[in-house]
């Protein structure tokens, strides 16, 4: 049985203090790919009691994704939007979720997007990543960007950092290794570099920012 709304909302707030709850609760995130980052940052924030997520993706849970991404056996063929929904309403039945199963362009986003207090990143195309930062930080001049750059490999985990580019940017990963360049994403690093994404939100709206 879970927990009634005023029993989760007094642990959170036990937990970080009225005023980091609030401020967290209040908030909207928008997660752009569900894949190994996004699956990860997303279930961070909601267990953190973040308000609303809104999770855009257009892909089906794969088998091959299991290894590294936050989705179970019997969800392969599932719309990922869907899939993450119902894993996150089962950790967190209190957060609203806005699922939007669709592919972003130069042409929707700032609509799909403009909702969002903070939009994290978590493509696996460059092309998609460049198109998503300069679509943000070109038309949505009020929301922060939190977006990731290397993450593959079995080199040490000490790489893995988040750097401020500028005002409304930040960049998490070791900003050097390539998919192609190694045996590839493994389920750790990829969680590192995605731990990095979803604290960088939280310090955002807890109004702690890199210098």
């Known amino acids: 049985m879970n927990p009634s709304k005023s029993e989760w909302m007094e642990a959170l707030t036990a937990r970080h203090g009225i005023t980091l709850h609030k401020r967290f609760t209040s908030a909207t995130v928008a997660v752009c790919g569900l894949g190994g980052l996004g699956s990860n940052i997303a279930i961070a924030l ?7 997520l809104l999770l855009i993706d257009f892909d089906r849970v794969d088998i091959t994704n299991l290894h590294r991404q936050q989705y179970k056996a019997k ?10 929904t119902e894993n996150l309403l089962e950790i967190a039945p209190y957060i609203e979720v806005k699922a939007v199963t669709a ?3 130069e042409a929707n986003l700032a609509d799909l997007l403009k909702e969002a207090d903070v939009v994290c990143e978590a493509f696996d195309n460059a092309q998609a990543k460049a198109m998503l930062v300069n679509g943000v930080l070109e038309q949505l001049p ?3 960007l939190v977006a990731a750059s290397g993450m593959a490999g079995m080199d040490t985990p000490n790489t893995i950092k988040t750097r401020k580019v500028m005002k409304r940017f930040y960049l998490c990963g070791d900003e050097v290794s390539e998919v192609a360049d190694s045996i ?3 389920a750790p690093r990829v969680m590192l570099c995605a731990a990095h994404q979803a604290h960088t939100v939280l310090r955002i709206l807890a109004g702690e920012y890199e210098v």
């Open 184 to 186: 590839g994403l493994v």
């Open 142 to 144: 009020n929301c922060y």
């Open 75 to 84: 969800q392969i063929g599932c719309y990922k939007t869907e899939a993450l």
């Open 103 to 105: 592919k972003i362009t």
């Open 46 to 52: 909601a267990r953190a009691g973040v308000g609303k």
